[in-house]
């Protein structure tokens, strides 16, 4: 089955700097890439996916990019704020339409 | 994307007893999802809850302790049977159409056994 390793665990930034999370999957089946935002107590939530055949998507300060040939994406938040802090996960999804999620990376943006 | 209601928000349990969660959503939705979440941990997957049939469990997940059902394309419940207090954690419901993906996640269930 999928295997999603996700780096890193823990990020720690200042206000305003750019924060990379990526992801590396194993099933080369996989083509529809989700990450999701999850804040403390609360559902995680969709911010942004991308599908395998486009290569980047952007949405205002965050963007995800893909590498099929090297099986692994990223997302980066650009202008970090406090209300980026959250646990971030991300996921690979194949044929079978359930999503391997990874293991979560904990943003810390400090004002 | 589908709205969904997820009930109860939290509960406290004795052990041994069972305890039901609901998932209803607002729309068809042709794919359903359980979860676990222990805190600061990801999402495991406990079954896919399959229309009119018998859910298909990951590993670790047996109906026995997490029966499921699936009577229609708008509505799923978990049980968690005879509970242990290592069954205390978050659970959440998660839908999906198949030809938009899109997966959206139910408010959670946080529950306590005692």
């Known amino acids: 089955g999928e295997n999603v390793e996700q780096h890193p665990s823990t990020l720690s930034v200042q206000e305003g700097d750019s924060a990379v999370i990526k992801c590396t999957y194993s099933d080369s089946a996989s083509n529809y890439f989700p990450w999701y935002k999850q804040e403390l107590g609360k559902r995680p939530q969709l911010i942004i996916d991308?599908?395998?055949?486009?290569g980047e998507k952007k949405d205002q300060r965050i963007a995800v990019t893909l590498n099929k040939t090297a099986k692994h994406f990223s997302l980066h938040i650009t202008e970090t704020q406090p209300e980026d802090s959250a646990v971030y996960f991300c996921?690979?999804?194949?044929?079978?339409?359930?999503?391997?999620f990874g293991r979560g990376t904990s943003l810390i943006v400090h004002p | 994307s589908a709205v969904i209601s997820q009930k109860p928000s939290r509960d406290i349990c004795q052990r041994g007893t069972s305890l039901t969660i609901q998932c209803q959503v607002d729309s068809q939705v042709t794919m359903m999802f359980w979860y676990r979440q222990q805190p600061g941990q990801s999402l495991t997957l406990i079954a896919t809850?399959?229309?009119?049939?018998?859910?298909?469990?990951e590993s670790g997940f047996v109906i026995d302790k997490f029966p499921i059902s699936r009577p229609n394309l708008t509505f799923s419940t978990l049980t968690v049977s005879n509970m242990s207090p290592e069954d205390s954690s978050i659970y959440l419901c998660s839908v999906a159409r198949e030809t938009h993906y899109g997966y959206t996640f139910g408010s959670g269930t946080r529950l306590t056994v005692v």
């Open positions: 996921a690979a999804v194949e044929g079978s339409y359930i999503p391997t």
């Open positions: 991308i599908r395998s055949n486009v």
């Open positions: 809850a399959n229309q009119g049939s018998e859910a298909t469990y």
